[in-house]
């Protein structure tokens, strides 16, 4: 196999290969960004408001009659961290399942937010809360009761869900 290469569409301009163009554009941006006002939040006095869009800690939906979890799995196994851990039960209730065990390390967690987008039954999702402090290890794994999360509290983000799936 015999393929011509065509050596003179390689090759360089003068101002390509001096370079200058490109460091002037690059100044040029540096001095605009330079003269723009700064912005800084004194925080924690001044707290962020996160957008809809934002990925927070991961919580588990509550309705009034429960929460809204079937234990398919489907989070654990798309979870590239392994950082989830469902275990299901079984009810005599319109669900046929329930999560027994429903465990987050925080630890592990990177916040990719593929649980979120595999769950049928958005059951959980992507919070706003972005302080997490924990003193050990074993307080960072968080068990179901701690990510059960109220839906009117969450409003903002499902709404958001559903406008970009």
């Not at 039960?89 to 465990?103: I, S």
């Not at 049928?120 to 999702?125: F, G, K, S």
Request: net charge negative; charged share 30%.
């Amino acid at each position: 196999m015999n393929i011509k290469h065509n050596i003179e569409s390689d090759r360089l301009t003068f101002w390509e290969k001096i370079y200058i163009p490109e460091i002037a554009k690059g100044l040029a941006s540096t001095f605009k960004t330079m003269f723009q006002p700064k912005f800084t939040r004194s925080y924690p006095e001044e707290k962020m408001v996160p957008s809809p869009s934002f990925r927070g800690r991961p919580v588990l939906v509550q309705e009034e009659e429960g929460g809204r979890c079937v234990a398919c799995g489907l989070c654990s196994r798309v979870c590239p961290a392994l950082a989830i851990e469902v275990q299901p039960a079984e009810t005599d209730k319109e669900k046929e399942r329930f999560p027994k065990v429903f465990e987050i390390n925080m630890l592990r967690c990177i916040f990719c937010g593929f649980c979120e987008e595999v769950c049928p039954e958005e059951a959980i999702v992507m919070s706003q809360d972005y302080e997490l402090v924990f003193t050990s290890q074993e307080d960072a794994i968080l068990p179901k009761e701690k990510l059960l999360v109220p839906i009117k509290n969450l409003q903002d983000r499902l709404e958001w869900l559903r406008q970009y799936r």
